[in-house]
């Protein structure tokens, strides 16, 4: 094929065109690049950035906070607890008031202050020496009270005996005085009990605070009521006791250990060797207005 009759392409013939005709060669058109895109992109990142630099900063912010909230002020006094250990000696005042919470707890693990009746608030504050003469006021009552509960709320009523809720001590509210009820026939024995025995642990009292704990290990007795029995039973709290189950050590019934000596050998003996096995008991006193350390609560476990 010559090369007059070689076919030409679309460009070569427009080309060709232009030549013959004196017209300027074709301008090529650059290619477009897509600046929206990649302003977009720009943008994501900068977003993703200033994102991550606030989180970044926050965190520290919240870092220095903390940091400074464990710092004192210039100015402020850091104070530790004064702590006293006391011996089981130092405690013994206090002993009337833990046996009577433990009678009022029953087989409860927690009693607290709050829990008292009015019945039992009065009771206790008309201790031996207040009705020793049969009669006390009501000035005296409230002092009593006041000595062991701090200032806590009751009213003034008849003091009832706790078997048949009879009176034992009738108020007379124009003298403002309490007496012994004479005319009332009870007709019973003395209320049931838990023998319990007690194994100190340790006393302390916070000074700074005004708390007192006062802590033992108690192993309990049989429950008794009016009739006192020789035969030992031992057990790990008040509920085993009271259901005469999982006993420690139990006498034969028809051989009680009488001597006294030989007793107490088998109750410390007994106690010894399952000391582990007792939870911890613990009586907590609050520092009051008047400095006198009241009972709050007293809890096992």
């Known amino acids: 094929m010559d090369e007059k009759n070689k076919p030409v392409t679309s460009e070569e013939f427009n080309k060709q065109i232009r030549e013959e005709n004196n017209l300027p060669p074709k301008e090529e058109t650059p290619k477009k690049t897509n600046f929206v895109t990649v302003i977009m992109i720009v943008v994501f990142i900068l977003s993703i950035v200033a994102g991550l630099t606030l ?3 926050a965190a520290i912010t919240v870092i220095q906070k903390a940091n400074n909230n464990d710092k004192p002020e210039p100015n402020e006094v850091v104070t530790k607890p004064v702590i006293k250990k ?3 000696e130092d405690v013994k005042i206090y002993e009337d008031i833990m046996d009577y919470a433990l009678r009022i707890r029953y087989t409860k693990d927690e009693l607290s202050v709050k829990d008292f ?3 039992q608030i009065l009771t206790f504050g008309a201790n031996m020496d207040l009705t020793k003469d049969g009669k006390f006021t ?3 009552l409230r002092e009593s009270i006041e000595e062991t509960f701090g200032s806590i709320a009751y009213k ?3 003091i009832l005996c706790t078997i048949d809720n009879k009176p034992f001590y009738v108020y007379n509210s124009e003298k403002e005085e309490y007496s012994y009820a004479t005319n009332v026939d009870h007709g019973h024995g003395a209320a049931g009990h ?3 025995y007690n194994y ?3 006393a302390e009292k916070d000074e700074t605070n005004g708390i007192l704990t006062i802590k033992y290990k108690i192993m309990y007795g049989k429950y008794e009521d009016d009739m ?5 039973e031992l057990y790990l709290n008040q509920k085993d006791s009271l259901e005469k189950k999982n006993a420690l050590y139990m006498d034969d019934p028809n051989k009680p250990t009488e001597d006294e000596t030989k007793r107490k050998e088998i109750i410390d003996k007994t106690y010894k060797d399952n000391e582990d096995k007792f939870a911890i008991t613990t009586f907590t006193f609050e520092k009051g207005k008047k400095g006198v350390y009241a009972f709050k609560k007293v809890e096992t476990k």
Do not use: A, H, R
């Open 86 to 88: 006391l011996t089981e």
């Open 117 to 119: 009746t009015n019945q």
């Open 138 to 140: 009501k000035k005296e």
């Open 55 to 57: 989180i970044v900063l």
């Open 194 to 196: 838990f023998l319990k």
């Open 156 to 158: 003034d009523e008849d």
């Open 228 to 232: 006192v029995s020789p035969i030992i």
């Open 200 to 202: 100190f642990q340790s």
